[in-house]
């Protein structure tokens, strides 16, 4: 059997169709949102060695639209990222999600958590920052993207990623970190935690958190809020007292509606804010 080198894997690997297996069964509050008026579905981005799959979701008519990159969670680009892209396009940006996981596997189709974890850890900071570029240079080439109003969102992994790419990336107008995990110990791989960059940074970043997230610590929610004190950013963050890690999750137990809909009112606002 012929051995696929890694650009032809990158190249050859598909969006996640339905919800990733290690989710079911899908919760009956899961939003659905329709791609009526929008052109939405799996694209291809070209990065430094090959191309990943990405889901797009944009409005079909006009142009010079607002870019917001989506960020998974560990469970990869499956059906809720894709919503959440429709939901945005609705509001008129140009929503895309890659998947940023695919060099080192396909974890929409494992169905234990457990197996997940070891694919994820071997994802390292330095790629997802490149491939979250090369994405915001074909948002604005090939899907009617406006390069001076990038904003960033993401989940759980997604939610950590949001603070670091912030930090990278200085065209970012504003982010929005959904209870990230926000200290970690520093590798090769992970050389810089948000908790690391938080004093220096300048984007704006809302962080969302929940009270009863038994993942990431309050005390560490409060550590990151001091340290931005001290930046130019006037980033901010919420906790919500009462709620749980994955709280916007609609497809999931963890899924709170007051809470999540008031983050994504502070969300909207927040983007609005900051002229996106």
Not at 85 to 102: Q, T
Not at 133 to 149: E, F, L, P
Not at 237 to 266: L, T
Request: some cysteine; hydrophobic content about 40%; glycine content about 8%.
């Amino acid at each position: 059997m012929k051995e696929i080198t890694r650009r032809q894997f990158i190249t050859s690997a598909t969006i996640a169709t339905g919800f990733a297996l290690a989710v079911q069964p899908v919760s009956a509050k899961v939003i659905t949102t329709d791609a009526k008026g929008l052109v939405a579905g799996a694209v291809k981005i070209p990065v430094a060695d090959g191309e990943i799959p990405a889901y797009r979701a944009m409005p079909a008519k006009g142009a010079d639209f607002p870019i917001v990159l989506v960020i998974q969670e560990i469970f990869g680009v499956h059906e809720h990222l894709q919503d959440i892209c429709r939901r945005f396009a609705k509001l008129g940006y140009v929503a895309i999600a890659p998947e940023l996981f695919v060099r080192q596997g396909d974890v929409s189709k494992l169905s234990n958590i457990e197996e997940i974890r070891p694919i994820v850890a071997k994802v390292p900071d330095a790629q997802v920052l490149s491939d979250l570029d090369a994405t915001t240079a074909w948002a604005v080439k090939s899907a009617k993207g406006n390069a001076n109003r990038l904003g960033i969102t993401g989940f759980c992994w997604g939610g950590r990623i949001t603070w670091l790419y912030a930090a990278h990336n200085p065209q970012v107008k504003a982010g929005v970190a959904w209870y990230g995990r926000l200290v970690g110990d520093v590798t090769e791989l992970t050389p810089q935690h948000p908790i690391n960059i938080a004093s220096t940074l300048n984007v704006p970043v809302l962080g969302l958190y929940g009270g009863k997230d038994t993942g990431i610590p309050l005390d560490t929610v409060e550590q990151m809020r001091d340290r931005l004190k001290s930046s130019s950013s006037k980033s901010e963050i919420v906790v919500y007292p009462d709620a749980p890690h994955a709280f916007f999750a609609d497809y999931r137990p963890s899924y709170r509606e007051k809470e999540a809909k008031d983050g994504w009112r502070r969300l909207k606002a927040w983007f609005k804010q900051h002229g996106l």
